[in-house]
């Protein structure tokens, strides 16, 4: 008899307050759930906070929240974080070497396996990032 295991898919969703407040929460939650996952904690909580300090910091719209999205399937974690500013887009850029901001998403590139950003619905915009163990 041929039994296919199926591989389990984990979530988990949360909405916050686009302040510094909610991007720090958004770190500690997601590291909460990881833990609860088994998952290790290195590099998704770095990602997770500078995913989450661009939404609030870049992406925010005032009034309106910002969402953090987790899942896992198989052996990659994907961590999205939209933000209801889509139309300003991320990007690369290289900061001044006395800048004190401008190289969260440098680090993200070098963190994870893959990145990048989904358009839409409008005003939305999601930027994800992807971490294998």
Not at 30 to 36: M, T, V
Not at 39 to 50: F, H, K, N, S, T
Not at 94 to 105: E, I, M, W
């Amino acid at each position: 008899m041929n039994q296919e295991t199926a591989t389990p898919v984990r979530n988990f969703s949360v909405q916050l307050s686009s302040t510094r407040r909610g991007a720090r929460l958004a770190r500690l939650l997601a590291a909460e759930q990881l833990r609860s996952w088994g998952l290790p904690l290195d590099p998704a909580e770095l990602i997770v906070a500078e995913l989450a300090a661009n939404a609030v910091t870049h992406g925010r719209v005032p009034g309106r929240d910002f969402r953090l999205l987790l899942y896992v399937v198989g052996d990659a974690l994907r961590i999205e974080v939209t933000d209801t500013h889509g139309t300003r887009l991320p990007r690369i850029r290289q900061a001044d070497q006395d800048a004190d901001s401008g190289r969260g998403l440098l680090l993200v590139d070098a963190l994870a396996a893959r990145w990048g950003v989904t358009e839409g619905p409008a005003p939305r915009k999601t930027v994800w990032a992807e971490v294998t163990r």
